[in-house]
C-alpha cells in the first residue's frame, strides 16, 4: 500500500541554522500539507500546498518557513534560522483532494 | 479560536468493555475526520464523515457526525488490547478548506 515517506526521522540542530525536512508524498496525489506537534501538545496545522503554490498557511507559518516542491516526487519544509520553540515532530501529509489526508512517519526536530 | 475539545481525556477499560469518545465544538465542520496515533508516529486515517448525521462503521469502530456537524462521537465496541492508542478528530472548517483543525486527543488504554 503506498504511504507518505519523511527523511530524516530525527534531526538535531543548532539554534540559527537552517533545516529542511523531506518528504515523499503518494504518487498520484496532488495536496501536500505540512503539521508539527509540540511534544505533549496538539497536532497543529502549517501549510498546504496545491498546483506549485501554498493554498492556506497558518499563523504558526512565518517568514522563516518555506516549502517546495522541486521536483516531481519531493515536497520539503525549510526552516530557515531555527529558534529553540521550532523543536516538535514535523508531519508531511498528502490526499488527491480535501477531505481525506494521508500522514507520514514524522521527522523529530530538535533545536539546541 | 476555533477549538476541537475530545473527551475523555485519558480512558483506561478492560477488554471487552464498550467506550465512546466524544469530539465537541461550537463551530460547524463541513467534513471530520477521526485518526489514531501510536507513540512516535504519525496520524492514521482512521474515517472521513461529511453528512450531518452520518453514521459510519469500521469492524467494532462505529463513527457519528452529529446533526448540527458541530460534534462527532466514536464508539468501540468489545474493546481489544490492540486498540491501544491516541484517537484525534479533526475538522475542515469549510468545504474544499486545506486546513485541518485537530482535537486534544483521548488516550485509551485497553487491559488484557
Known amino acids: 500500500e503506498p504511504e507518505v515517506t519523511q527523511t530524516p526521522s530525527h534531526q538535531v540542530t543548532q539554534m540559527g541554522q537552517e533545516v529542511i525536512l523531506r518528504c515523499v508524498p503518494i504518487?498520484?496525489?496532488?495536496?501536500f500539507y505540512w503539521y508539527r506537534q509540540i511534544l505533549g501538545q496538539k497536532v497543529e496545522f502549517l501549510v498546504s500546498?496545491?498546483?506549485?503554490?501554498?493554498?492556506?498557511k497558518s499563523e504558526i507559518f512565518d517568514d522563516q518557513f518555506s516549502v517546495e516542491r522541486p521536483d516531481g516526487s519531493n515536497f520539503t519544509l525549510k526552516i530557515r534560522s531555527t529558534k529553540l520553540e521550532d523543536s516538535a515532530m514535523y508531519f508531511c501529509?498528502?490526499?488527491?483532494?480535501?477531505?481525506?489526508?494521508?500522514f507520514g512517519p514524522g521527522t523529530r526536530l530538535l533545536v539546541l | 479560536t476555533q477549538l476541537l475539545e475530545q473527551s475523555p481525556q485519558f480512558l483506561s477499560i478492560q477488554e471487552g468493555e464498550n467506550l465512546t469518545v466524544y469530539c465537541n465544538s461550537s463551530s460547524v465542520f463541513s467534513s471530520l475526520q477521526w485518526y489514531r496515533q501510536e507513540p512516535g508516529e504519525g496520524p492514521v486515517l482512521l474515517v472521513t464523515v461529511v453528512t450531518g448525521g452520518e453514521v459510519k462503521k469500521l469492524k467494532r469502530l462505529t463513527f457519528q457526525f452529529g446533526d448540527a456537524r458541530k460534534d462527532s462521537s466514536l464508539h468501540i465496541t468489545a474493546a481489544q488490547p490492540g486498540d491501544t492508542g491516541l484517537y484525534l478528530c479533526a475538522g475542515a472548517l469549510n468545504s474544499g478548506t486545506y486546513k485541518y483543525i485537530f482535537g486534544t486527543g483521548t488516550r485509551l488504554k485497553v487491559l488484557a
Open positions: 504518487s498520484n496525489h496532488l495536496y
Open positions: 500546498f496545491y498546483n506549485n503554490e501554498i493554498s492556506e
Open positions: 501529509a498528502s490526499s488527491v483532494g480535501p477531505p481525506t489526508q494521508y
